[in-house]
């Protein structure tokens, strides 16, 4: 059993043979053959060999073929001598290894590699002729094939499993010799010049397979692009203007921490009008006041720009969006707006109407909290004068059941008490003078006993009111208590009262100074010469996207071939 050697390249050995250094007949050259090896092919040599065809694009000129070589010479000699000879041509490793697998093959006994090749060229056996691939397939299926591919190999008596016989030519072919006399440098300079010609020929049509496919994709929309802009739009004139939102000039605190509160609510002013100037809202007043929708379904506007007859509010407004822009410049404050339109009067009209919305807007966003801060300042004051009449009126009741002072009277009891007190002690004495007499005047003493009991009733009188002032519920202490009270309450109102009073006036400062007003920086002009559509850059601009989209699409379709190729 033989197997298939695994080497791929072998080293080529330029020994000269013996026999063509006496002789003087040209050398033989190495010659690569299937396989990574390589083959002597000398043209004059003594081992049959049978010319490979050459491995370039098949070209309509004939392959050269081997010229007649001469038939190896009979064994005449000793067996070493034969051997020596064989070592002089030169023969290859694979040759060698070839010649011994056939040896065993054919059943000869061989003592090395060059004893097989010098048995099987006893033999008649050419070791180094390639097998044909007909000789692999059984006899009934290669029957007609032998008949036309098989031709008898020159120079070998014998064919290797069956018998060469002649075989007859086909009528429609020829057979003659060949009449080519160029050397192999030639022939190899022939072929290389063909692989040439047949890489620039697919170059230029991968060249040309490009070319289409970039017109098909890329010049055939850029050129209708351009078609469309320089003679299909409808020139378009914009209407340039600005404005900035400002507020009244405060009057109270200095410095940058006065302003930034300032400035902070212009820009939120300036941003709430550029969200209402590009809202649906101002598309329908627009509409409304002056005509959007009419305008830009006229006739002589192009298809592309042009709107339906009867067009909704989202289709309306899509196209607003595009020809009214609006840029607010949070720096300066300044809100730049640009209407476009057909006619620039009719784009003259649309921005002073813009504008006007944007006042009427900036006003109610003003008003509204101003008049939500004045509305609660007037309430908090409202409330303080109504506490204030409340505790009023409950001081007046308080004073209404009681004295007028309390403390006055308490007072004027005390001393009616001590005068009294004085009194009856004087009237004691002056009687108790008056019956220390032996004699005493009986009508004095009675008088003066008069006196006395008047006093001491008056005493007890008002003793009587006293208590009754200082322990009863309704005494004064508890009236006066009540009273300072109701004295307390009212001073409280009162200050409730000038703090409300306060607030209303700074609240009404405040929303002075609140007031928000729109200051046209720019005012909207008429054009005379068109602004859109920009040829040019829109040209520019299709060619870009078109070429972007053609390299993706390239470069994935690549990616995807590659992984499913791999």
């Known amino acids: 059993m033989t197997t298939k050697p695994k080497a791929k390249k072998f080293r080529i050995r330029r020994s000269i043979p013996q026999a063509a250094a006496d002789t003087g007949a040209p050398v033989s050259k190495p010659r690569v053959i299937a396989g990574g090896t390589a083959a002597a092919t000398p043209e004059h040599s003594a081992v049959p060999q049978q010319a490979v065809p050459p491995q370039a694009p098949p070209t309509p000129q004939p392959a050269p073929r081997a010229k007649a070589t001469a038939q190896p010479p009979a064994a005449t000699g000793s067996p070493d001598a034969d051997i020596e000879a064989i070592k002089r041509e030169g023969l290859t490793g694979r040759q060698l290894r070839l010649a011994r697998r056939m040896a065993q093959k054919h059943g000869l006994a061989a003592t090395s590699d060059y004893d097989a090749v010098r048995l099987l060229r006893n033999a008649g056996i050419d070791p180094f002729q390639r097998t044909n691939m007909l000789d692999l397939l059984p006899p009934d299926a290669t029957g007609d094939a032998r008949d036309t591919e098989a031709k008898p190999k020159s120079g070998n008596k014998m064919s290797i499993g069956r018998i060469q016989l002649p075989q007859t030519m086909p009528v429609d072919k020829t057979n003659l010799p060949s009449t080519e006399t160029r050397s192999p440098a030639e022939m190899r300079a022939m072929e290389i010049g063909e692989i040439q010609k047949d890489i620039a020929r697919r170059r230029r049509k991968r060249m040309l397979l490009l070319f289409g496919r970039l017109s098909a994709f890329v010049f055939l929309p850029t050129i209708f692009a351009a078609w469309y802009f320089y003679g299909v739009?409808?020139?378009?004139?914009?209407?340039?203007?600005?404005?900035?939102?400002?507020?009244?000039?405060?009057?109270?605190?200095?410095?940058?921490?006065?302003?930034?509160?300032s400035q902070l609510n212009a820009n939120q002013d300036a941003i709430a009008v550029q969200d209402y100037l590009t809202s649906k809202d101002a598309m329908i007043r627009l509409?409304?006041?002056?005509?959007?929708?009419?305008?830009?379904?006229?006739?002589m506007i192009d298809p592309i720009q042009r709107l339906d007859p009867n067009p909704s509010n989202e289709e309306a407004y899509k196209l607003y969006k595009k020809f009214v822009k609006i840029g607010y410049d949070p720096t300066e404050g300044s809100v730049r707006m640009e209407v476009i339109a057909a006619d620039p009067a009719v784009a003259t009209a649309y921005s002073r109407a813009l504008i006007t919305y944007a006042e009427d807007r900036v006003d109610d966003l003003s008003q509204r909290k101003r008049e939500d801060q004045m509305r609660d300042a007037r309430r908090s004051l409202q409330e303080a004068k109504d506490e204030r009449r409340a505790a009023q009126l409950a001081l007046v009741e308080k004073q209404q059941n009681t004295v007028v002072d309390p403390e006055g009277v308490i007072a004027a009891l005390r001393q009616q008490i001590s005068n009294v007190q004085v009194q009856l002690q004087e009237k004691e004495l002056q009687l108790a003078a008056l019956l220390d007499n032996s004699r005493p005047n009986q009508a004095r003493v009675d008088g003066v006993r008069g006196d006395v009991r008047r006093l001491q009733n008056l005493?007890?009188?008002l003793e009587t009111e006293m208590t009754d002032a200082t322990e009863g519920e309704s005494s004064l202490a508890a009236q006066t208590a009540e009273i300072q009270i109701a004295q307390a309450d009212l001073a409280t109102a009162d200050l409730i009262m000038q703090s409300a009073l306060q607030t209303l006036k700074q609240t009404e400062l405040e929303a002075s100074r609140q007031v928000r007003y729109l200051t046209t920086s720019v005012e909207p002009v008429a054009s005379e010469d068109a602004s859109y559509p920009r040829s040019f850059e829109n040209t520019i601009l299709a060619f870009l996207i078109f070429s972007g989209i053609y390299l993706m699409i390239s470069l994935t379709a690549s990616i995807l071939r590659e992984q499913v190729s791999s």
């Open 233 to 261: 739009a409808t020139p378009m004139y914009a209407t340039k203007s600005a404005f900035l939102v400002q507020q009244a000039d405060s009057t109270g605190g200095s410095g940058l921490g006065s302003l930034l509160p």
């Open 459 to 461: 005493l007890d009188k």
């Open 287 to 299: 509409d409304n006041d002056v005509g959007f929708k009419s305008h830009f379904s006229d006739p």
